[in-house]
């Protein structure tokens, strides 16, 4: 074994945790499988969570986060102690997030960039930072300010990255009392790595980008004593456990995990200007999806929590059921959704989807496999507490598509996205049997047009099938507001 080879793993923990390197592990390793990259599927966030905790403690050099939403949770304010520790320890952490959920933060942000080893710009500002200002500014610039970074990536020591759908916040890792959201990334290490590097940098440097203080003025920093201590205890309390091999656990569990297949990243740059003023064209993640679609002979399994489909998606979907390829796609239920208005496009064209040869599948917010899935936090046991936030894609059961794209219009035309489009028989089933748990009937909604028109919603109760004739789990109001948005063409950007 490589790892043994290098010597990492003839020594005791202390010392493992000094001779250990990301960057030489992942290189020997990568020599043995030339051309391929190794994945590692995170399919909950327990062990995203995890996983990122090992990152942080196997880091020597540099950190680097991309997110469009970073919570002021547990979980937030945990990763970004850790984050503060590792730069303690003189790695040098850079941190870039969208600028749509970041108001009222700036000095927080100006707090934790008086460290010296860390970065933290914003994609996109706001002139406005907060309260109704905020919200005029987004009114008059709307062109602008519509175009959001919505790609997700956690990097470390360019040598190994995470790439998905997930946001920071305790929803995204099993940590909310109330609801969680099922989700799936890929743990990333060879070539891949240098792709996902790119698209960073790429937002990093972007003219739409602003360094915090040019936001804020300067701040004292943050007192770290007693700073990890704290987080730490918070997540505790939510049930998390860091594990107590976290030193070794990179070197010992994650690489000797990975599963090595040809593997390659497409991102959407930064818009131009003159792409702000116009979104006419698909953006390059867009036009990968749509000609990896093309290509499939048998099946098409779909996992997004937004499903709105343009004409000609539904014009290649027909195509596609008219040659015989099955086309099977899981999104949220209008009870499991976490916006109306987004729902409300789905459910604008879910008719034209069935016409298509789609079999559509609502998630149940009380699916069964909610308990199987959300291994700490107990919400599940306590009420319907589950909603969709991944975005996946399996082709034939061979090549899968993991990343931050839902199968909607804003992330065709508007969002910047990234997906990692793996060629991999056994991480597509994998992928496949993930998605087939939640299409399972006690844990979703099949969508049938019913003989005498209309719509009904089939599903399993304690083994017994049960049919509705409206949308499932929700009352006459949520019911009538999705109707009223269905009124309007705001597909586009919903």
């Given at each position: ?6 010597g ?8 493992l945790?000094?001779a ?68 303690e320890?003189?790695?040098r ?18 707090r ?13 500002p ?35 990255t ?134 499939a ?97 399996v ?14 219009l ?35 909604w ?8 209309g ?21 006459f ?7 009223i ?10």
């Amino acid at each position: 074994m490589v790892l043994l080879a290098m010597g990492l793993l003839t020594a005791g923990p202390a010392r493992l945790a000094w001779a250990f390197s990301l960057q030489e592990a992942t290189e020997a390793l990568a020599t043995e499988y030339p051309g391929r990259s190794g994945v590692l599927l995170l399919d909950t966030g327990a062990e995203a969570l995890t996983q990122r905790d090992a990152l942080i403690s196997a880091a020597r050099a540099t950190l680097d986060a991309q997110y469009y939403i970073w919570n002021s949770d547990a979980a937030g304010r945990y990763l970004a102690a850790r984050l503060l520790a590792a730069a303690e320890r003189g790695v040098r952490v850079r941190v870039l997030l969208d600028d749509i959920n970041v108001a009222g933060r700036d000095a927080v942000f100006a707090r934790l960039v008086a460290h010296p080893n860390v970065q933290i710009r914003i994609y996109n500002p706001s002139s406005a930072r907060q309260g109704v200002l905020r919200l005029l500014g987004f009114v008059r610039n709307f062109s602008q300010l519509n175009r959001r970074m919505h790609n997700k990536s956690f990097t470390a020591d360019g040598a190994i990255t995470i790439v998905g759908g997930r946001n920071v916040g305790d929803e995204y890792f099993d940590l909310d009392p109330e609801v969680n959201f099922r989700d799936r990334e890929l743990l990333v290490a060879g070539p891949v790595v240098a792709e996902v590097i790119a698209g960073f940098e790429a937002f990093w440097n972007s003219t739409w980008t602003k360094p915090v203080l040019a936001l804020t003025g300067p701040a004292d920093p943050v007192d770290l004593s007693g700073l990890l201590a704290a987080a730490t205890a918070e997540v505790g309390k939510l049930g998390y456990v860091a594990p107590p091999d976290q030193n070794s656990l990179m070197a010992t569990q994650t690489l000797p995990a990975l599963l090595w297949a040809p593997a390659r990243l497409v991102f959407d740059p930064p818009p131009t200007a003159e792409q702000i003023t116009d979104a006419a064209a698909p953006q390059p993640v867009a036009l990968a999806l749509q000609a990896l679609v093309a290509t499939a002979r048998s099946e098409l399994l779909v996992e997004s929590a937004y499903l709105i489909l343009a004409e000609q998606s539904l014009t290649e979907a027909a195509r596609l059921h008219g040659a015989g390829v099955r086309l099977r796609a899981l999104t949220n239920s209008l009870a499991s959704n976490d916006l109306v208005t987004n729902h409300s496009g789905y459910a604008r064209r879910r008719l034209e989807m069935l016409d298509a040869g789609i079999e559509l599948h609502e998630l149940r917010p009380d699916a069964a496999a909610c308990q199987r899935l959300i291994t700490v936090s107990l919400a599940c046991a306590a009420h319907p507490a589950f909603a969709l936030h991944s975005k996946s894609l399996v082709l034939d059961r061979r090549v899968v598509y993991i990343g931050s794209f839902n199968l909607n219009l804003r992330s065709t035309y508007l969002n910047s996205e990234t997906a990692l489009i793996v060629d991999s028989e056994e991480l597509a089933n994998r992928v496949a049997a993930s998605i087939d748990e939640l299409l399972r009937p006690d844990s979703s909604w099949q969508v049938l047009r019913r003989k005498g028109g209309g719509l009904e919603w089939v599903t399993e109760i304690d083994g017994q099938e049960v049919r509705d004739t409206h949308e499932p789990m929700t009352g006459f109001w949520k019911r009538f507001s999705s109707r009223i948005y269905r009124l309007f063409p705001l597909e586009k950007y919903l």
